[in-house]
């Protein structure tokens, strides 16, 4: 039932979370050596 969709859900977001943070991460690091 819900807690079925709750894993998925934080299972999809992990990830996602992840990357946004680690982008957001450089950006703040390394303003200059950001090539995307």
Same mark, same amino acid.
């Given at each position: 039932?819900? !807690? %079925? %969709? $709750?894993? #998925? +859900?934080? #299972? &999809? &977001?992990? /990830?996602?979370?992840? @990357?946004?943070?680690?982008?957001? +991460?450089? $950006?703040? !690091?390394? /303003? =200059? =050596?950001? =090539? @995307?």
């Amino acid at each position: 039932g819900k !807690s %079925k %969709k $709750k894993l #998925r +859900f934080l #299972r &999809a &977001a992990g /990830p996602l979370t992840a @990357v946004i943070l680690g982008t957001t +991460f450089m $950006k703040l !690091s390394h /303003p =200059s =050596s950001i =090539s @995307v």
